[in-house]
């Protein structure tokens, strides 16, 4: 039972570059999520999932979007990557919905964008 | 003003010390509480909920005024392995419910 994964781990994209940050769950849950992290900052939220097939904004969704590509997959896509989009960016997933206060996060991956 | 503040730190301390860490936050709607625990360069995780008359679990003890809009953890007989960065985490019961996380206070537990 691995939770959640997300894969790369790191990443160094150069400003216009696109890319797509991909995170997978084996818990069975509904719900995913996709937030950033910055120095001096909370967790914030990007863009969610509360269910397969369905999708909504985050507090700060400009210059993502995203694909849940089925119940346990849900990407994440930077379509020309900007350095304000440089941070560690957290996948996580929980049980039923956004209001489910244990969510179970990925790993993160690092992203850096010069 | 942000919607969950949380002194940074970090609060260096010995092994056995007890610390208290204080959050606020500013909307008055918000209902619910949480704290989460993160080492570093590490994911989130649960460390507990926080309940109006108070909760321990272990060494650790969450208090809520709700008066004052604050929260606070408290760890007694603190350890090495507490060195982490505490999260505060607050959820309105109404509209979308989402949770709102603070930026966090790093501890550091030494020998």
């Known amino acids: 039972n691995a939770g959640v994964t997300q894969t790369p781990k790191f990443q160094v994209l150069k400003t216009g570059q696109s890319m797509t940050l991909q995170c997978a769950q084996d818990m069975n849950h509904n719900s995913m999520y996709w937030y950033r992290q910055d120095p001096g900052m909370g967790l914030r939220l990007i863009y969610y999932?509360?269910?397969?097939?369905?999708?909504d904004k985050g507090e700060v969704p400009n210059g993502y979007n995203v694909s849940r590509l089925n119940k346990r997959e849900f990407s994440l896509r930077l379509e020309s990557a900007a350095p304000s989009q440089t941070s560690v960016y957290f996948c996580a997933s929980s049980e039923s919905g956004l209001s489910d206060y244990e969510q179970y996060f990925g790993p993160g991956t690092r992203l850096t964008v010069t | 003003r942000k919607e969950v503040e949380q002194d940074p730190g970090p609060f260096n301390v010995p092994e056995g010390a007890t610390v208290a860490f204080n959050c606020t936050y500013s909307n008055s709607a918000s209902q619910s509480f949480f704290w989460y625990r993160q080492d570093c360069r590490k994911e989130p995780k649960l460390l507990m909920s926080?309940?109006?008359s108070g909760n321990e679990d272990g060494r650790f003890t969450a208090q809520l005024n709700r008066a004052s809009q604050y929260i606070s953890l408290l760890i007694r007989d603190s350890k090495l392995s507490d060195s982490a960065t505490y999260l505060c985490?607050?959820?309105?019961?109404?509209?979308?419910?989402?949770?709102?996380f603070g930026s966090g206070t790093r501890l550091q537990v030494q020998p």
């Open positions: 985490v607050v959820r309105e019961d109404t509209g979308r419910r989402a949770l709102t």
């Open positions: 926080v309940y109006s």
């Open positions: 999932s509360a269910s397969e097939g369905t999708t």
